[in-house]
């Protein structure tokens, strides 16, 4: 079952512009993982933040996650055409079947020229 | 190069008829995983595999079936016991059961059923 959303569900913005999703979610984790999904094809991982992190950083994404509020945030900075696709935040609890991620529903960004 | 091959990508059956989807790896990952996705939907976990000969029920596994004989292999039967078999599905895979590894994906098998 789904144990949190993303929003906005969908997103438009200028290509230079900067792109921020929000992922919330229920119970505890282990980590949380965020995963971009072009249409058709499968998701792609970006980045991964532990539980014991607050912010972490690669390339043109920054994802930072307050344990305190159950939400975690991607921001993509100077975004570009090619960021067009769906983002995906998927949660590894840290209790129980420790390989299962649960995933939201995502955000469709959508950039333009 | 390394990856999941999933096959075919489309895939077209009659109603009342099992279907097999392929899904193949040489990561050399121990775990594997069939996801379910539906339009504007997130993904939802049908069955997984940490090993060879053994697997796991996921939040959606009625009327659909897997097998793991091999590593490199798990591949997925949508049977006519399950209502709404007209989706996307993905398989994917990890190095370990740990918590930190990701999950490497398909590029997913687009399943209609008339």
């Known amino acids: 079952s789904q144990q949190g959303e993303e929003d906005p569900q969908a997103l438009s913005i200028q290509e230079g512009e900067n792109a921020t999703m929000n992922c919330s979610y229920k119970t505890s984790i282990n980590n949380l993982q965020w995963y971009r999904q072009n249409s058709g094809r499968g998701l792609v991982h970006l980045i991964l933040i532990r539980s014991n992190e607050r912010e972490k950083h690669s390339g043109r994404l920054r994802v930072t996650l307050d344990t305190s509020k159950k939400s975690s945030s991607l921001l993509i900075t100077a975004s570009r055409a090619a960021d067009t696709a769906s983002y995906f935040c998927?949660?590894?609890?840290?209790?129980?079947?420790?390989?299962?991620?649960?995933f939201g529903t995502g955000t469709r960004l959508q950039v333009t020229l | 190069d390394g990856g999941i091959t999933q096959s075919p990508k489309y895939l077209f059956r009659k109603e009342g008829q099992n279907v097999t989807l392929s899904c193949e790896q040489n990561?050399?990952?121990?775990?594997m995983y069939w996801y379910r996705q539906d339009p504007g939907q997130g993904l939802r976990l049908i069955y997984y595999s940490q090993i060879v000969n053994d697997f796991q029920k996921g939040d959606i596994a009625e009327g659909y079936s897997v097998s793991r004989e091999k590593k490199e292999s798990f591949p997925l039967t949508v049977t006519s016991a399950q209502k709404n078999p007209t989706a996307f599905y993905l398989c994917a895979s990890s190095t370990t059961q740990g918590d930190r590894s990701p999950l490497h994906f398909g590029n997913g098998t687009r399943l209609t059923v008339t």
């Open positions: 990561l050399n990952h121990d775990a």
């Open positions: 998927a949660r590894r609890g840290d209790t129980g079947t420790a390989s299962k991620l649960t």
